[in-house]
């Protein structure tokens, strides 16, 4: 089932004009079948059934992000906010995940996802893409994990040896101009200016 992202938060309604096409923009790049994969991903991780019902109602408390996340790097969230039904204690939870994803794991900040996003539900494309990272970077370091999307890529350096490096200084290359192909010689436009 398709998540509605419409936010009717404390401070705000739903979207209207501009701001109505973006967050319809958001919510048509929304793959159910990712999301799929994340239920699944993330309840063979922590060893529990994932919860029926939304996706992001699930997640929203933050309990099961931090049980998720205490599994990849086990003692990273020593205190969560359990059973609280205040909204600043669930988002602490939500919090407490993107920063050991971040710091301990090595997610980029731009790959994670707002706490507000996954509360709110206003951007839950994010919150799949964001769980997705941390999958492949917990697999980096952890290849006993189930994959959940591509892997990280592998550094590859090059080493030439001089002798190499330097067949390419002899190279001129086209843009640069040489003697064949093509050059302005015999360009001409129009008259020539009568002086």
Known sequence: AVVSTQSTGANRGPAYGMSKEV?????????????????DWIGTVTGEPFPEGSFQEALKDGILLCSLMNKLVPGSIPRVNKN????????????????VASQN????DT?????????????????????TAVARFARRDNKDLPPLGPDLSAKNPRNFDEATLNKGNSIVGMQAGGFKGANQEGMTFGRPRAL
């Open 23 to 39: 967050q319809d923009k958001i919510e048509a790049q929304y793959d159910v079948e990712l999301e799929q994969q994340c239920r």
């Open 84 to 99: 609280s039904k205040f909204a600043f204690k669930q988002m602490e939870n939500i919090n407490f995940f993107l920063n």
């Open 105 to 108: 794991l090595g997610v980029y």
């Open 111 to 131: 790959e994670l996802f707002q706490t507000v996003d996954l509360y709110e539900g206003t951007n839950m494309t994010q919150v799949l893409n964001g769980i």
